[in-house]
């Protein structure tokens, strides 16, 4: 189904203002979904990689409806960095974060960055690919 939409986040680290996609995608088993923050090449900011506490927190801020239909313990963060430099087409981490609600928003507490194994890597590529992403280009979906 080509032609479905990115989710954009904003966030700022440091002072700098950035900018990340966001695909909700099914899970590979089980309740939930995936959130796949996609590093973007036309992010005037900083990685989601340095900033991946203040990305989760602005993405459940900035799209309610992710926590509305899925309890935010049941979302399973995915990062999506692209290496087309070094001849890589996309390169995928799990980050496992400790996620609350708090008075001044979410509060996240990263706990480990995760290699995503192959069957997962296999279902996220299929689950982009029913949603119009190919992988072998970083602008294929239609960016809001």
């Known amino acids: 189904m080509p032609g479905l939409?990115?989710?954009?986040?904003?966030?700022?680290?440091?002072?700098r203002p950035s900018l990340c996609?966001?695909?909700?995608?099914?899970p590979?088993?089980?309740e939930g979904v995936l959130a796949i923050l996609h590093e973007l090449p036309e992010n005037p900011g900083v990685s989601i990689s340095v900033a991946i506490d203040r990305v989760i927190a602005a993405?459940?801020?900035q799209h309610p409806a992710l926590v509305a239909d899925t309890p935010f313990h049941h979302i399973r963060w995915i990062e999506r960095y692209y290496g087309i430099e070094d001849g890589i087409p996309e390169m995928l981490a799990e980050t496992v974060a400790d996620i609350s609600p708090?008075?001044?928003?979410w509060q996240v507490r990263p706990r480990d960055c995760l290699p995503v194994g192959s069957q997962l890597l296999r279902h996220i590529?299929?689950?982009?690919?029913?949603l119009g992403d190919d992988a072998d280009s970083a602008g294929c979906f239609n960016i809001h």
């Open 28 to 30: 590979l088993e089980g």
């Open 21 to 26: 996609g966001l695909s909700l995608a099914r």
């Open 125 to 130: 590529r299929l689950e982009l690919a029913r």
């Open 59 to 61: 993405a459940l801020s």
């Open 5 to 15: 939409t990115m989710l954009l986040v904003r966030y700022r680290h440091a002072g």
């Open 102 to 105: 708090g008075a001044d928003g």
